[in-house]
T-cell receptor, first 114, second 115 residues
């Protein structure tokens, strides 16, 4: 069975400091993995995706994530937080079999402190 | 290239009224998803279609909810009769079901308030 766990429901960092949002997944086969961002009153926007190519994936707005199969993790990082990064972030697992369910994590709300 | 288009963006209605939400997926995408988002329950998958056929509707709350996809470029989600607990943001998303990297593209959502 597929599952995804976002380990923190809230993360607070100061502007200019690094960001780490944690995600662990469970999947029978190597899935596609995604991070989405949702700003207030907006839809979900794709930040980055892993699809069995390079394990370090670069996304928009300076975010990147590393796929670690041995740890079944796909943590999202950014070297320096900006006020505009304040939003909710979702880790998503999509199985190889496209008919299987796409699994969303419960989300991590990122707060940026001035 | 236009993204997923949803209408209306906002809907305020009274309990018992019928509500119809509409979605136009990205051209060429053959999978379409309806999600509901609330503070209490987060993001929930209601139903998804592949090639206009409903594949999994196990997330549809009850018989008051129905969804259709009469063609590849249009889908509706209907609530009849509506209740205050249906108040939420409803998102439509589309995806390339076969091939591609499988990411979902979301619309801006329809915010429903049932009084």
């Amino acid at each position: 069975a597929q599952s995804v766990t976002q380990l923190d429901s809230h993360v607070s960092v100061s502007e200019g400091t690094p960001v780490l949002l944690r995600c662990n997944y469970s999947s029978s086969y190597s899935p596609s993995l995604f991070w989405y961002v949702q700003h207030p009153n907006k839809g979900l926007q794709l930040l980055l995706k892993y699809t069995s190519a390079a394990t370090l994936v670069k996304g928009i707005n300076g975010f990147e994530a590393e796929f670690k199969k041995s740890e079944t993790s796909f943590h999202l990082t950014k070297p320096s937080a900006h006020m505009s990064d304040a939003a909710e972030y979702f880790c998503v697992v999509r199985p190889l079999n496209r008919d299987d369910k796409i699994i969303f994590g419960k989300g991590t709300r990122l707060h940026i402190l001035p | 290239d236009a993204g997923v288009i949803q209408s209306p963006r906002h809907e305020v209605t009274e309990m018992g009224q019928e509500v119809t939400l509409r979605c136009k997926p990205i051209s060429g995408h053959n999978s379409l998803f309806w999600y509901r988002q609330t503070m209490m329950r987060g993001l929930e998958l209601l139903i998804y279609f592949n090639n206009n056929v409903p594949i999994d509707d196990s997330g549809m709350p009850e018989d008051r909810f129905s969804a259709k996809m009469p063609n590849a470029s249009f889908s509706t989600l209907k609530i009849q009769p509506s209740e205050p607990r249906d108040s939420a943001v409803y998102f439509c998303a589309s995806s390339s079901g076969q091939g591609g990297t499988g990411e979902l593209f979301f619309g801006e959502g329809s915010r429903l308030t049932v009084l």
